[in-house]
């Protein structure tokens, strides 16, 4: 039974629009469910659009382990032009002409970063150095270099090229390209690179994420529809976890153990150090395991 004066337990997929802040759809999203209790499983920048995944009360504890999952992006990249934010919000740093990049060129800077690969994240990025953010360090005017770290990109897909040209004249490509990669990949890091080892400088003009796991953008709700409708839109937390993770169905004394923090022989899942759900016999999702050495380990109990 829920307390008086909460919100919802569950989550809500938005399609986020241009121009604001994941923090801001967030606060949105605080004032429509009555509650404070309200989390975001990955920030998208302002110029970004698409699937931001939103939890509300218990589903707070979800995003976390949502965060981990595998996202799909549709962006437009433009070689010739670098930007000290990788992207179209920051000033131009560098022109170059992109006369004598060859189809087959972009071909093979795009395979030099698909696959397991090290990167560094843009500068601009939220990552902290020393408790401050790094893009606070960029604006304050420091040099900023950050660790690169692995990540897998398994699709980078060029759908159309266009021609473009620079207030100079100089001629520029715009590619517009679909990217499946793990968490912590960024899309503006890819641009920047693909346009270093072309010679030409790259940044990215326009994102969309499409997917977050098994969430997508034709399942998301705009800002407005929300406003029209929140109710209806709040996925169950029970629906939320079984979308999202491998579904362990347990008996009640099963059930009973480890809820109550006791390790039991695992489900046998073949899914070592990836979150499982656990539900009971009625249906009601109790919890998120790993498995150990053939043992359940708890890593989050809703009940």
């Avoid at 953010?133 to 090229?161: D, N």
């Avoid at 003009?205 to 709040?234: C, I, K, M, N, Q």
């Avoid at 979308?243 to 008996?251: E, L, N, S």
């Avoid at 016999?281 to 790993?290: H, M, N, S, V, W």
């Amino acid at each position: 039974m829920k307390r008086k004066g909460t919100g919802p337990d569950g989550l809500v997929i938005v399609d986020k629009p241009a121009g604001i802040t994941s923090h801001t759809v967030v606060a949105r999203i605080r004032k429509l469910a009555g509650t404070r209790k309200v989390g975001h499983a990955g920030t998208l920048d302002p110029m970004a659009t698409g699937v931001l995944v939103i939890g509300c009360e218990r589903a707070t504890r979800l995003l976390g382990h949502l965060a981990l999952t595998s996202k799909t992006y549709e962006a437009t990249i433009r070689l010739g032009q670098a930007t000290v934010t990788d992207d179209a919000e920051g000033d131009v740093t560098s022109t170059a002409s992109t006369a004598a990049v060859t189809p087959a060129a972009i071909e093979a800077g795009i395979a030099e970063l698909t696959g397991d690969i090290e990167q560094v994240p843009s500068s601009v990025s939220a990552i902290k150095i020393d408790g401050k953010r790094s893009y606070t360090r960029v604006r304050e005017g420091e040099e900023v270099e950050l660790a690169s770290r692995p990540v897998t990109v398994s699709r980078f897909e060029v759908h159309a090229r266009r021609e473009a040209q620079a207030e100079d004249g100089s001629p520029l490509i715009d590619l517009d390209v679909t990217v499946d990669c793990t968490s912590g990949t960024y899309i503006r890091a890819l641009a920047r690179d693909l346009g270093a080892g072309l010679g030409t400088g790259g940044h990215l003009t326009a994102l969309r994420r499409t997917r977050v796991g098994p969430y997508t953008v034709e399942g998301s709700h705009t800002l407005a529809a929300l406003e029209d409708s929140f109710a209806d839109a709040v996925l169950p937390i029970a629906d939320a976890a079984a979308a999202a993770f491998t579904r362990w169905d347990v008996d009640a004394e099963q059930a009973r153990l480890l809820v109550n923090g006791v390790r039991i022989p695992g489900p046998g899942l073949d899914r070592s150090l990836e979150p499982i759900a656990v539900f009971d016999p009625d249906g009601r999702f109790l919890a998120l395991i790993e498995e150990r050495g053939g043992k359940a380990k708890s890593l989050a109990v809703f009940v």
